[in-house]
């Protein structure tokens, strides 16, 4: 038995397939690069969403709700936002997202869809001393929380975070969705669901990984051998961050959906001279990874550029997590619905191989 789970189907799902061998993520039936840089993020949630509520309202209809939705979790949550950034800013958002109803109608998956994008910018700006700003409710999803985070952004910069939200927005039976299957199937609400996938998503094998990638930038642009320095990090048994993949053994496609992003923000820029450097490590990555363990076909991940993206849009690399959440909600949001109505508890069994007890004669 694998320890992982490695290629054990757990779950029958019409959201996501993602072809680890070819490289290809399908989302209901769309390819990534389809709904990349062409569908809003209220689109696919639609897309995600589509018969997993009764009255599910059209685009446009839907976008209006979740800008609502947005206005509604800011007031609700508003009289606790105090307390909250005395945590970090993911366990901070997770922890006003534990305050909302845990139902299971449209409007509470709606608050769900708005939650990450209102707390995180409320955060930040409450943890640099600033007064968090009210959501519009007219505005596009990735618009606002950007306009919440620092003011007015560019709309290429509005642009590029609705692709980043667009592409993270559900990817198969990972471990954040596959936590979050597990609590739907005990039919709690969607708001315990979800937290189980927060949860997941925290750790640095699966959405931690970008803060870790700039951390990396930054310490290889210092040390100036980019080679010498990832050779290192092997030889002391560590994980280049952004690079691996459980399912892709070849390029991870949302990679380069998104270094096409970062690119179209500039090349003259200070985003652009990052993403020259991040090429040069990437490269240098994939060389050392090859010669380390060239029994496993180790290739860059959705991370990697994830970091450069989110690092351009104006986040500090502690709320990448939180980024990439506010994206992953949508899939998590489906799955859970879609766990519910099978009507079945996902109940696996271990194998005891622990002591014995003495038998009583
Ligand atoms: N850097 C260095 N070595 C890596 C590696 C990485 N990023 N990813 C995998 N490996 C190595 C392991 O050390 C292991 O080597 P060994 O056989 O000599 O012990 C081998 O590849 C297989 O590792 P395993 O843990 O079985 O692979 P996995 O399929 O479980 O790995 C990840 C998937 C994502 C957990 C792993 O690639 C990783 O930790 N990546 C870095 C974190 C990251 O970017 N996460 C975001 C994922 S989207």
């Known amino acids: 038995m694998a320890n992982g789970l490695d290629d054990v189907v757990a779950a029958e799902t019409v959201l996501s397939d993602v072809d680890g061998a070819g490289g290809h993520l399908t989302i209901r039936g769309h390819s990534l690069a389809e709904l990349a840089g062409h569908w809003r993020y209220g689109q696919v ?69 708005a939650a990450p994008a209102v707390l995180t910018p409320a955060l930040l700006r409450l943890g640099r001393g600033e007064k968090p700003l009210t959501p519009d409710a007219r505005a596009d999803h990735a618009n606002d929380m950007l306009r919440m985070l620092s003011g007015t952004p560019s709309p290429a910069l509005a642009k590029a975070l609705d692709t980043y939200l667009v592409t993270v927005c559900d990817h198969g039976l990972n471990a954040s969705t596959f936590a979050t299957r597990v609590v739907a199937s005990t039919q709690a609400g969607l708001t315990s669901a979800i937290l189980a996938g927060l949860g997941a998503l925290k750790g640095p094998l699966h959405g931690g990984a970008p803060g870790p990638v700039i951390e990396m930038l930054d310490a290889i642009e210092a040390s100036g051998d980019a080679a010498a320095w990832l050779r290192n990090e092997i030889a002391r048994g560590e994980r280049i961050m952004g690079f691996g993949h459980r399912i892709y053994r070849v390029r991870d496609p949302r990679a380069d959906v998104l270094k096409a992003v970062v690119r179209r923000l500039g090349t003259r820029n200070e985003s652009g001279r990052r993403l020259a450097f991040a090429e040069t490590v990437e490269q240098a990555a994939l060389d050392v ?73």
């Open 45 to 113: 949630v639609r897309l995600l969403f589509d018969g997993f509520f009764d009255e599910l309202p059209g685009d446009d209809e839907l976008e209006k709700a979740i800008g609502n939705a947005r206005v509604e979790v800011f007031e609700r949550l508003q009289p606790m936002l105090a307390e909250l950034p005395a945590l970090d800013v993911y366990s901070g958002m997770r922890a006003g997202i534990a305050l909302l109803p845990d139902g299971e109608s449209l409007a509470d998956a709606l608050r769900l869809i």
């Open 289 to 361: 990874l090859k010669v380390a363990k060239p029994q496993r076909s180790i290739q860059t991940n959705v991370e990697f550029y994830t970091a450069l993206l989110l690092e351009a849009a104006g986040f500090p690399k502690e709320a990448f997590s939180n980024v990439f959440a506010a994206g992953r909600v949508a899939g998590w949001i489906a799955h859970a619905r879609e766990q519910q109505a099978t009507g079945r508890l996902i109940r696996p069994q271990s194998r005891y191989v622990g002591p014995v007890p003495d038998l009583v004669a």
